[in-house]
Structures are given as C-alpha cells and as structure tokens.
C-alpha cells in the first residue's frame, strides 16, 4: 500500500545529512564533553561548534544557547524558571494565551499553586492574540507574557516582535514557542526582541530529544536541574553530543534551504487543500485568512467525526493527526480549536495536515483522493 505522511507538524524525518553529521559521534568519538583528556576536548570541540551555528542562525551570542531535551523542556524552563526568579519580587503575573502548546500551558498552570497570577488570554476567531487584548492584561506586576511564534495545529503566526515591544513597555520579560516556527520562518532574536525562544530539533529534520532554549544575556531564570556544571551550571547532565551536532546540521541546513523546502511543502500543501475544497462538500479550510505557515493547513470535515477519519486514513496509508500528537488520545477536543471560537463538535469533526520538503505533489493529491472518498464513506454517502 502507499503510504503518504502528512504529519511533519508532529514530527519530520531526520534529515541524511544530520544523520552523517551526528555518526562520529555515535561511534569513534564517544568522549564526554566535560573530560579533559583529547577525546573529551574532542566531544567539546564539536558541541562549542554546534553552539556557535545555532547561535549564528539566530542572531544571538554562543552563552545565550542553553541545550534542552527538546522544546517541551525548554518551554517549561522558560515559564516557570522565570516565574520562580522573578516571582521573588513584586512580579506575581504570568501572561499566557489560550492556544499555546499544552507544555507552556500546563508550566504557566503550575505556578498558580505557587501564588501566580496566571492570566491566559483569548485569540481572535482568526487565532491571532490582538496587542489591545495583551495591552489590557500587562501590569507592572507581569513577570512574564509567553506567546508561540505560530501554532502546531492551526498554523497561524503571532505579531511576535509587536507582542514583545509592548510587553517590554511593562517592564515585562518575553518568551516565544518558536518550535513550530523555526525552519519555516525568520526566528532572529535581535530582530524580534525576545528574551527567550523555545527551539526543537525534530521539528526541522533534525533528531529527536534534542532542542535548546535561548535565554538573552542578563536574563536569569531559575536553573532546570541542578548537579552539572553543563549548559553554565543551568541545565546539569552529560550533554548529548551527537544530537546537538545534529541539530545544529539540520538548523543551518534548514535556514540555507528555506525558500526552497517551503516553496515545496506549500506546492504539496496548496494541491492537496486545492483538491480537497473542490472535491470534498461541507468543508472548512481554517483561519485561512490569517498569517499562516505555509507547511500547515486544517480542516473542518462537518457532520464527521475526526477521531474516525484520522484513524480510516491511517489504514488508508494516510498519515496526519487531530492536532497536538500531545494531546491525541484524550477525550477532549482540541484547545486551539476552541479557543479560535469552534463548537466543540466542529472542533471534534477536525483535522491538521502538515508537509515537508519530502511530500510530492503527486502524494499530495492521492491523498486528497483517498481523503475525499474516506469523508464519503463516513458520512454514509
Ligand atoms: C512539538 C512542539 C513542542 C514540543 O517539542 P518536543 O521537542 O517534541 O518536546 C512544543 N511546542 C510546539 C509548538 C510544538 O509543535
């Protein structure tokens, strides 16, 4: 059977050239980056080196990239090391908004045992957070205000550098997702005016458990684990070479390669939303008109149940998801749904399709093909 994944927004395959970037690493040069002896300083030599790319690719100094098993340790860094460091002082309140992947939200929820305020604030029906509605909940007492530079499920994109400046004028500390971003979009830091960013490898070709936090000079959150003197006495623990190699391949790859992987993920993605809203009745393309990722798009499938169609799909060969892979397997519908304004039952009869460099268009309008048939078949007609 063909098999056909629309799921990059889950995860991407590692890109072959990451992968030969990370093999030494994984065989011959095994040291521990932290040993003195040469296969230590070669291990070091590697991770400095990958330090310096990615700091480079996103316009920020090598001691302000902090590794990170991924982003939703980094995001939970970032909320809540923040929280805990300023919430010493004055600063009790922690601005996030409804659609922000659950790890941010579930970190920002936390802290409300700990004596935060945690405000989450609506978006739009477009799913974009408007300044006026942030405007209306910064205070001098804001610690923090973290909002996702684009969302995993409804591919919509934050007017981020505007965000920042105005919780800035708060005196307001800034964080972004920028996972489902990065690789896609611009993510300069000293263009965008954040203090910290949320970077995850796998999202980009890169591996899996590997991601980093940038966290501006001057800004100290609370260290994550304590008992290594890795990551500036931060983030303790053996680093893991071979990943931040590789992630730093596929970050540099990626950002060379933008125009061109974007330009084909939106041909595969434009075919296929094409072939859908021609051949499909009774369907909705999602915030369509709002700024979006060009690799994401959602649909609303009205009067089916998603839940069955990803999984008819799925035996079709069709890969793709209801949204957040975090939050499948749980009965609710989606937040990010909700939270643009859908009845639960249309956020229920939806589902999130996402591309890659990889997907041809050929595969794109198959799948199309299959999915019209697979919403015939399970309306009953
Ligand atoms: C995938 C994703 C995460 C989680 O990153 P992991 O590295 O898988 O932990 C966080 N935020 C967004 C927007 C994501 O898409």
Known sequence: MKRVYL????????????LAAMMPYLTDEFGNADSVHSFGR???????????????????????????????????????????????????????????????????????????DVAILPVSAGGVLGAETLRGALGADTALVSVMTANNEAGTVQPVRELAALAHEYGALFHTDAVQAAGHTDVDVSASGVDLMTVSAHKFGGPKGAGFLYIKKGVLPDKLIEGGHQERSMRGGTTNVAAVVGMAEAFALSAAEMERNNALAAAAKDAFAGHVISNVPDVRENCASSPRLPHIVNFTFFGVNGDALVQSLDLAGIACSLGSACSSGSL???????????????????????FGPGVAVD?????????????RRLRGR
């Open 42 to 116: 070669r291990a070091a030599d590697a991770v400095d080196t990958a330090r310096r790319r990615i700091a480079s690719a996103i316009g920020a100094a090598r001691q302000e990239i902090y590794f990170t098993s991924g982003g939703t340790e980094a995001n939970n860094w970032a909320v809540k090391g923040v929280a805990h460091a300023l919430g010493r002082t004055v600063k009790k309140r922690i601005i996030t908004t409804a659609i922000e992947h659950p790890s941010v939200l579930a970190a920002a929820r936390s802290l409300e045992r700990y004596g935060f």
């Open 363 to 375: 595969d794109a309008v198959y799948a199309a093909g299959v999915l019209a048939d697979t919403v």
């Open 7 to 18: 799921d990059y927004a889950a995860t991407s395959p590692l890109d072959g050239r990451a």
């Open 332 to 354: 609710e519908p989606s937040h990010v749904l909700t939270a643009i304004g859908m009845p639960e039952s249309e956020a229920r009869s939806s589902v999130r399709f996402s």
